[in-house]
């Protein structure tokens, strides 16, 4: 793997709402990038918008589109603070853990690059860790947050079969356990123990998370899904292998510390910068 070296950034405003330590509290943003060339520019563009202390960590995960010839450039602009390329494509799950391992924030955050998730809702997100209430903040696409784009019924479906199973074997009440939006305290992220290598990476993290007793916060988002012909790359076969990681991740070792964590924003510390 090359990497990239962390770039200085300056601090925002913080966002209006409530008086929470948002000077105080840098999130780190893992985005994941496998053949995204018509995208990630712009929602690079999107997350640098956000007022918030940023740690913005792109891992190319062996991209043939010019993704990885653009995301250099991308770094130069300031777009990137830490640009990690995997020798070869190993699946999305790879190229989540290689950000988290990189992650220098206070709290981590998985963010796709293909435009299906607003990063403006992030703050929003964010607040039930800063208030101390939550370890853990999943984006839920089925709460009725926002817009939805209508379409793949069958996707749909198969995401509620996913979540409904997961539930069983966490004891979880989740709405939406396939989203890409789970944020976590980094000192939490550290203890879990994971190991998929692809899309398997989300029910693996959910399963974690309950066996260490993080308490998990679902907020509503908006959803704007695309179609195989926009460049989607979960097919069927990834929704029935995630059956598998449901069983395996809740049954097998290895598995997650209990997490004695305090959960209030005074223990969050300082970021690795």
């Given at each position: 793997m090359?990497?990239?070296?962390?770039?200085?950034?300056g601090?925002?405003?913080?966002?209006e709402?409530?008086?929470?330590?948002?000077?105080?509290v840098v999130?780190s943003?893992?985005i994941?990038?496998?053949?995204e060339?018509r995208?990630?520019?712009?929602?690079?563009?999107?997350?640098?918008e956000?007022?918030l202390r940023?740690?913005?960590?792109?891992?190319?995960?062996?991209?043939?589109d010019?993704?990885?010839d653009?995301?250099?450039?991308?770094?130069?602009?300031?777009l990137?603070d830490?640009?990690i390329?995997?020798e070869?494509n190993?699946?999305?799950?790879?190229a989540v853990?290689?950000g988290?391992?990189?992650?220098?924030?206070?709290?981590?955050?998985?963010q796709?690059?293909?435009?299906e998730?607003?990063p403006?809702e992030?703050?929003?997100?964010?607040?039930?860790?800063?208030e101390?209430?939550?370890d853990?903040v999943?984006?839920?696409?089925?709460?009725?947050?926002?817009?939805q784009?209508?379409?793949m019924?069958?996707?749909y479906?198969?995401?509620?079969?996913?979540t409904?199973?997961?539930n069983?074997?966490t004891?979880?009440?989740?709405?939406?356990?396939?989203?890409?939006?789970?944020?976590?305290?980094?000192?939490l992220?550290?203890?879990l123990?994971?190991?998929?290598?692809r899309?398997?990476?989300?029910p693996e993290?959910t399963a974690r998370l309950?066996q260490?007793?993080?308490?998990?916060y679902e907020?509503?988002?908006s959803?704007?899904?695309?179609s195989?012909a926009?460049?989607?790359?979960?097919?069927?076969?990834?929704?029935?292998a995630?059956?598998?990681?449901i069983?395996?991740?809740?049954?097998?070792?290895?598995?997650?510390?209990?997490?004695e964590?305090?959960?209030f924003?005074?223990?969050l510390?300082?970021?690795?910068?």
């Amino acid at each position: 793997m090359t990497f990239w070296p962390v770039s200085p950034r300056g601090r925002p405003s913080p966002p209006e709402g409530p008086p929470l330590p948002w000077d105080d509290v840098v999130l780190s943003v893992v985005i994941p990038t496998f053949n995204e060339i018509r995208t990630v520019e712009r929602l690079l563009q999107r997350v640098r918008e956000l007022p918030l202390r940023l740690d913005v960590v792109v891992v190319d995960d062996g991209s043939t589109d010019g993704t990885r010839d653009l995301l250099p450039a991308l770094r130069d602009r300031g777009l990137v603070d830490q640009l990690i390329l995997h020798e070869r494509n190993r699946g999305k799950g790879a190229a989540v853990r290689t950000g988290f391992a990189a992650a220098t924030g206070h709290v981590v955050v998985i963010q796709d690059a293909d435009l299906e998730y607003d990063p403006h809702e992030l703050p929003r997100l964010l607040e039930p860790i800063l208030e101390g209430s939550a370890d853990a903040v999943f984006g839920s696409r089925f709460l009725g947050g926002g817009p939805q784009r209508v379409h793949m019924f069958w996707h749909y479906l198969g995401n509620r079969m996913l979540t409904f199973v997961s539930n069983v074997f966490t004891d979880l009440n989740l709405t939406d356990m396939e989203t890409c939006y789970k944020m976590v305290r980094r000192d939490l992220l550290q203890t879990l123990p994971l190991t998929r290598e692809r899309f398997g990476i989300e029910p693996e993290i959910t399963a974690r998370l309950s066996q260490a007793g993080a308490r998990i916060y679902e907020m509503p988002i908006s959803y704007r899904g695309r179609s195989y012909a926009d460049g989607k790359k979960i097919g069927w076969k990834d929704g029935i292998a995630a059956f598998w990681h449901i069983f395996r991740s809740n049954l097998l070792p290895p598995k997650a510390p209990r997490w004695e964590g305090p959960g209030f924003v005074e223990t969050l510390g300082s970021p690795d910068r």
